[in-house]
């Protein structure tokens, strides 16, 4: 007798629906090729509680996540992931800061196309201006919503699954 699984998952049209396969490799199959179509998001923040709550942002968004507790494990994690697509970066961290990895990231021309958001609670307009001269593309603050995110990401052509 044939084996079959269910996967749950989302449509094209953004309604939850039930899939059929047949086979344990099918799933594999199709679960693999959701997850290169998603796209994955680079974390480089020191506060596992904001890593935690960005990744669980991003996914609404379609991404996957890599997490780094500072900039200099930021730069290792994306040796080691070169499909990073998004990265949202904070800027005060011990080792290597948000703005000396994004000027690091931004020196290295593999890079130059992925967005890079910093997401920090340094507000005042100098800061806003060195982090873009640096090569951020956007810029969050602290405390931030899902709303906050959805349009910063959508400034960059980003936009929820």
Same mark, same amino acid.
């Given at each position: 007798?044939?084996?079959?699984?269910?996967?749950?998952?989302t449509s094209p049209e953004g309604?939850?629906?039930?899939?059929?396969? +047949?086979?344990?490799?099918?799933?594999? +199959?199709?679960?693999?090729?959701?997850?290169?179509?998603?796209?994955?998001?680079?974390?480089?923040? +020191?506060?596992?509680? +904001?890593?935690?709550?960005?990744?669980? =942002?991003?996914?609404? /968004?379609? /991404?996957?996540?890599?997490?780094?507790?500072?900039?200099?494990?930021?730069?290792?994690?994306?040796?080691?992931?070169?499909?990073?697509? =998004?990265?949202?970066?904070?800027?005060?961290?011990?080792?290597?800061?948000?703005?000396? /990895?994004?000027?690091?990231?931004?020196a290295n021309e593999s890079y130059?196309?992925?967005?890079?958001?910093?997401?920090?609670?340094?507000?005042?307009?100098? /800061?806003?201006?060195?982090?873009?001269?640096?090569?951020?593309?956007?810029?969050?603050?602290?405390?931030?919503? =899902?709303?906050?995110?959805?349009?910063?990401?959508?400034?960059?052509?980003?936009n929820p699954v």
């Amino acid at each position: 007798m044939e084996s079959t699984q269910q996967h749950r998952g989302t449509s094209p049209e953004g309604t939850v629906g039930t899939e059929t396969f +047949d086979t344990p490799e099918a799933l594999e +199959d199709i679960t693999a090729e959701r997850v290169l179509q998603s796209g994955c998001a680079l974390i480089v923040d +020191d506060s596992a509680t +904001d890593r935690l709550i960005l990744t669980h =942002l991003i996914a609404k /968004f379609g /991404f996957t996540s890599v997490e780094a507790v500072n900039g200099r494990v930021g730069l290792e994690r994306l040796a080691e992931h070169p499909e990073v697509e =998004l990265m949202l970066v904070d800027w005060n961290m011990p080792e290597m800061t948000g703005l000396e /990895f994004v000027k690091e990231v931004r020196a290295n021309e593999s890079y130059q196309s992925v967005p890079i958001v910093m997401v920090t609670v340094r507000e005042q307009m100098g /800061f806003v201006m060195e982090a873009i001269a640096a090569g951020a593309n956007e810029y969050l603050m602290k405390p931030y919503t =899902l709303e906050g995110l959805e349009s910063k990401l959508s400034l960059l052509g980003i936009n929820p699954v």
